[in-house]
């Protein structure tokens, strides 16, 4: 059995403490962390937590005892105090990615899942970076993948990612919201088992353009490119305004939701989530799952990260990955 790949992420962040609090009552299956060894036992340490970490080498069988973390370790560049960044290690969070991809591309693990970096802190570094989304398209050297994230309740997948307000628009073409629709469509049948998926897609503009009295995104754009779909068989409803297509009526029977952008589609599945949703990479050659929240730098050191998200993303990524039997119905 492959184990799992667990990046540790930005180091000053509650990533290793969510690993070290997680690893205390065990795993199901086996699990190794890509990062710095020091730094677990350094924030175990903090944290009041025994833990002993285990050295792994690729082929190597991964430990999923409790209290013990099998790592595979990357070097940290600088020291970390919990909750202060350091543009310094940059480079040493994208290592960690980087191996833990390669080794999914390369059969040592048979999915990874991420905790959460802070894109700020490395383009401080001068490296461009917006997130492990876009950095995974390109080193799986991918055209496109599709941000989905999911909980009990619904799925909310993104047209567009990580980008300033100002540029959605133009970048709302209908090329990208065919390859868009489609890696949307092939991994709900292929990898969640739903055969016929009833998508609700999202306008763009207040009401939908309100008939094009409140912009043409919708007449121009989006409403032909899922015309194209329907007629190929596809259930996509929409462009329906955004403020009322999240409400029950709509989702009753809907197996994901499309939004145009990060924060028309997010703050909603948030709202009524947040903290037990996963954040799933769609059309990657590899198994990527992560955490719904953020590096929560004040609370990194302390104990109180809840670490309901990251569980979540680790049984959902050994689902995909077969190494845990259910359906992946849910998340
Ligand atoms: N998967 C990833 O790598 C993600 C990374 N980020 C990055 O994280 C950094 C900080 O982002 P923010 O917007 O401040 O969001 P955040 O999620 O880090 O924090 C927002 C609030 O939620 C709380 N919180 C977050 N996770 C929690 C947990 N597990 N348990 C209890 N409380 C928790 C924080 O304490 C804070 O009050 C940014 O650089 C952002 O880009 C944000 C989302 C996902
Ligand atoms: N809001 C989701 C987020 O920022 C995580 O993005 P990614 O790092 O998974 O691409």
Known sequence: MLPLAITAGEPAGIGPDLCIQLAQKGFAEPIVMVCSSSLLQDRAEA?????????????????????????YPVSLDDTVEPGILSAENANYVLKTLTLAAEGCINGLFSGMVTAPVHKGVINDAGIAFTGHTEFLQELCNVDR?????????????????????????????????????????????TKFGIAQPKILVAGLNPHAGEGGHMGMEEIDTIAPVLEEFREQGMTLIGPLPADTLFTPRWLADTDAVLAMYHDQGLPVLKYQSFGSAVNITLGLPIIRTSVDHGTALDLAGTG????????????????????????????
Do not use: N, Y
């Open 47 to 71: 944290l009041g937590l025994p833990l002993v970490t285990e050295l792994w080498t690729p082929g190597s069988a991964a430990t999923c005892k409790p209290g013990h973390l099998s790592v």
């Open 304 to 331: 109180k990260a809840d670490t309901g998200s990251l569980e979540q993303a680790i049984k959902s990524a050994a689902l995909m990955a077969g190494l845990s039997g259910g359906a992946l119905s849910a998340t």
């Open 145 to 189: 993948v599709v941000m989905m994230l999911a909980s009990e309740q619904m799925r909310v997948a993104l047209v567009t990612t990580h980008l300033p307000l100002a540029d959605v628009s133009a970048a709302i073409t209908k090329p990208l919201l065919r390859q868009i629709i489609t890696i949307l469509h092939h991994d709900l049948v």
